[in-house]
């Protein structure tokens, strides 16, 4: 094992955790201004995948799927908000946790209608494709790093628009007191549109960029939302900075142990058993992190109390 | 409608279904029956700490997977004539039904034990998440232990027995299911009027006010917590023996949904709402998948009609303006 390996995962752990704040950042906005779970936020996911692969498969373009990504994930956001969504911010967790459970079903399915059961390959942008050479002779991937960049600088757009700007402080205002930015004159119905349909433009953004890694396929979002709903507890939902946070941890973990782990163990067993104990134990990795860290701060690490 | 009312209609069709499709030779339509009482023993356990006790766990998949696992690991290994462990003492496996739930009945009891302590001390929307989070770690470690099955899950050939009856014969073993329903539905009803229901009931309402009476309710809602997980996972262990198959999609998060779906359509602290939800359920999925292939959008849309227009499911729409109970 040496230590260009370990660099490598540690950048495959970095792109990993970037996308998840992708995801976790528009899950966390929407829980923390309109206090709504949203479950169908993997379908956004999916949502902007299926748009990227169509449109660049047709037009040849990965720039113009990417667009369609975003636009096609913050339409159907905000379709879905103004149809169902704004119907749930008064009830309760339960309520939501079914409503958006059965926007999967619709979504999930009606993708499975549209495009078929088969996967779609979206490839790689040749601009893009290649490894570049790091300083310290570690050759990795061009692409995975644009992605790292992409995500970073997302990050970055994302606190001064929260932190500088006027939509940012009617969104922490919201987040504050509704009733009372309400009768400051603030329109709260389109800014909880706007809100809802940034959080799924990141995720559908999160999706096409991806989808060029894996396979785009009906039911891609599940699993990644999961992990986007671990990052925030992590974090404390609710909080941008503690969704950064937990995503470069859960990413870092995730990556680190289902690769270090099965080599440790396979210090003091035999190989075969070593890989087959220490890939499922890497697999529980995160579920336990976020079990220890909820012991220790049963808000998580940025909540709020 | 009387709730009393509807509750006796559902458990005449529960019983009338599977005895008319037996006249009739149509043995599919019981197997169907069969799985509305398996799923049904799974909401009620649900139904326990949702309903009753206002905790919205959305990871009791892992209750009704490990009750399905442990049914299914003591089959195949008294199938193969292997013990489970021989040392530090022998243990064999077991087909016997009998020997089966208990074991079932621990492990998830167990299992709700350790998960209930930990995700008790978190509230509302953390509780949904770290409950899920418990089920996805033993779904994806079902997923990665290649030693029953994995991915690919476990399969064993024979139904378990139970004492001297054709547990083969479809009638039989609904009659089995049926049976250990009606006893959930006892056992929650009897718990849910005594001082232990009650407890739970104002541990949602308030937790404040029963703390100040001598009653602390992390300890109540722990045990109902439990009692919950080990009916779920008895409803597990009876799943695995219907298809004789285990997976880990038993364990995934669809599956925390669809247990979720059967309560609420039925109607939320209802105590045979889950009855009727998974009766609806398995009824829409057979009829819905004979329309169309993607007979979950429909089933979608009805939920999300369900849930924002007829809040008290289908017992509480039946029942209007009768309070619970």
Not at chain 2, 251 to 275: D, K, Q, Y
Request: one cysteine or more.
């Amino acid at each position: 094992m040496t230590a260009v390996l370990i660099a490598e995962q540690v950048l495959n752990g970095l792109q990993y955790g970037v996308m998840l704040f992708l995801m976790a950042a528009g899950l966390t906005l929407v829980f923390g201004v309109m206090g709504l779970i949203n479950l169908a936020h993997g379908s956004l996911y999916m949502v902007g995948a299926f748009a990227c692969a169509a449109v660049a498969g047709w037009s040849g373009s990965f720039v113009l799927g990417l667009m369609a990504a975003l636009a096609a994930a913050a339409a159907a956001g905000a379709l879905v908000e103004v149809v169902v969504i704004r119907r749930l911010y008064a009830r309760d967790h339960l309520d939501q946790v079914l409503a958006t459970f059965a926007l999967i079903l619709i979504f999930s399915e009606g993708t499975r209608w549209v495009f078929g059961s088969f996967p779609l390959f979206l490839s790689v942008p040749p601009a893009l494709s290649g490894a570049v050479m790091l300083p310290g002779g570690i050759e990795y991937p061009l692409y995975r790093l644009v992605i790292i960049g992409i995500g970073l600088g997302i990050a970055g757009g994302l606190f001064w628009l929260i932190g500088r700007t006027r939509l940012g402080m009617r969104i922490r205002a919201g987040e504050a007191d509704r009733e009372m930015i309400a009768a400051l004159g603030v329109n709260i119905d389109r800014l909880y549109t706007v809100v809802f349909a940034l959080g799924a433009a990141l995720a559908g953004l999160a999706g096409a960029l991806v989808g060029t890694i894996q396979s785009v396929q009906v039911g891609m979002g599940e699993p990644v939302l999961i992990l986007a709903f671990v990052v925030i507890v992590i974090g404390g939902i609710g909080s941008i900075k503690g969704a950064l946070v937990g995503a470069l941890l859960v990413g870092m973990t995730d990556t680190l142990g289902k690769f270090l782990l099965p080599a440790g163990f396979g210090v003091f067993m035999e190989p075969a058993q070593a890989s087959a104990v220490g890939s499922a134990l890497a697999s529980m990795l995160i579920y336990v992190l976020m079990a220890a860290v909820l012991v220790l701060r049963p808000r998580g690490l940025f909540g709020d109390a | 409608m009387r709730e009393g009312w509807i509750n006796a209609v559902i458990l005449a069709l529960l019983a009338a279904v599977p005895l008319a499709a037996w006249a009739l030779d149509e043995p599919f339509v019981i197997t169907l029956a069969t799985k509305v009482a398996i799923f049904a023993l799974a909401g009620v356990g649900l139904n326990f700490v949702l309903g009753f006790g206002g905790l919205v766990s959305f990871g009791h998949a892992a209750f009704f997977g490990l009750g399905g696992y442990a049914a299914g690991i003591l089959a195949s290994h008294a199938a193969n004539y292997e013990p489970l462990m021989s040392w530090p003492f022998v243990l064999e496996g077991s087909q016997q039904m009998l020997v089966i739930w208990p074991v079932a009945i621990g492990v998830s009891a167990l299992a709700a034990l350790v998960i209930g302590a930990l995700s008790l001390r978190t509230r509302g929307v953390y509780f949904i998440m770290v409950t899920l989070a418990f089920a996805q770690m033993l779904y994806y470690f079902a997923i990665s232990w290649p030693s029953y099955g994995g991915e690919d899950g476990l399969s064993f050939y024979v139904r378990n027995g139970f004492l001297g009856v054709n547990t083969f014969d479809p009638l039989s073993f609904f009659t089995i299911c049926c049976g250990l329903l009606l006893m959930a539905l006892g056992l929650t009803d009897v718990l849910r009027r005594s001082r232990f229901g009650l407890a739970l009931e104002a541990a949602r309402q308030n937790p404040q006010r029963l703390l100040s009476v001598g009653i602390r309710p992390y300890g109540v809602q722990l045990v109902a917590f439990v009692i919950s997980g080990a009916l779920t996972g008895l409803a597990g262990a009876l799943y695995a023996d219907l298809n004789r198959f285990v997976s880990p999609n038993m364990l995934s998060w669809h599956t925390s949904g669809e247990i979720m779906i059967f309560v609420i359509l039925g109607g939320v602290a209802r105590l045979w709402g889950p009855v009727a939800g998974a009766g609806l359920y398995i009824l829409l999925e057979h009829q819905l998948g004979g329309i169309s292939d993607y007979w979950q959008v429909y089933l979608g849309l009805l939920l999300l009609v369900v849930v924002i227009f007829a809040r008290g499911g289908v017992i509480g729409v039946l029942a209007r303006k009768q309070d619970h109970d």
